[in-house]
């Protein structure tokens, strides 16, 4: 574009478009990539984990909760979510028998479950999150025997280390479908 050339708005516009798109990112082609598995990462107590991104279905800012008696501790009680009720989990607690703080970054994970869904509450949720094949072919065993029942590989990503959790898995485990004290 020569800077003595006098351009319409509307060319200018047209200028920064075809910029824009002979540098277009390839990131759609490296997300639909083979090989490559998405996940939503997030911290429960000194963890972080990440989960499929298709077993999370919604996160949410924890709402106000009403108790339930007679239930495990790590049953919050529940939530009323647009207008369905669901039970609140402190993930910490229900794991590693510590309770989850309430602050600015606790999030709930909204995941489905036999009758409907249920939420985690976690300590703060990074976003999403991918690993490559090359990633899940040196990945470790999990050894923490908290987690190794729901979560069998730990990949590393920057040099965190991070528990592959399958939340199928969880929700279809005894003791967390047992919430009676």
Do not use: C
């Amino acid at each position: 574009m020569n800077a003595t050339t006098a351009l319409t708005p509307f060319e200018i516009l047209a200028h920064y478009e075809r910029l824009s798109l002979a540098h277009a990112s390839d990131t759609r082609e490296r997300m639909d990539a083979p090989g490559l598995w998405r996940g939503i990462g997030y911290r429960v107590g000194p963890r972080t984990l990440v989960s499929e991104i298709g077993e999370i279905n919604e996160l949410l800012a924890p709402p106000p909760l009403t108790a339930v008696p007679r239930t495990q501790p790590w049953l919050l009680g529940v939530a009323n979510v647009r207008g369905n009720l669901m039970p609140v989990v402190d993930f910490g607690r229900f794991l590693f028998g510590e309770r989850t703080q309430l602050t600015d970054r606790a999030r709930l994970l909204v995941v489905r479950q036999g009758g409907g869904s249920v939420a985690l509450l976690v300590d703060e949720v990074f976003g999403q999150r991918t690993v490559d094949a090359e990633q899940r072919r040196t990945a470790e065993q999990e050894d923490d025997p908290r987690l190794s029942r729901f979560a069998e590989q730990r990949v590393g990503e920057g040099g965190q280390q991070m528990a592959i959790l399958s939340m199928g898995k969880l929700v279809r485990a005894p003791d967390f479908r047992q919430a009676a004290a």
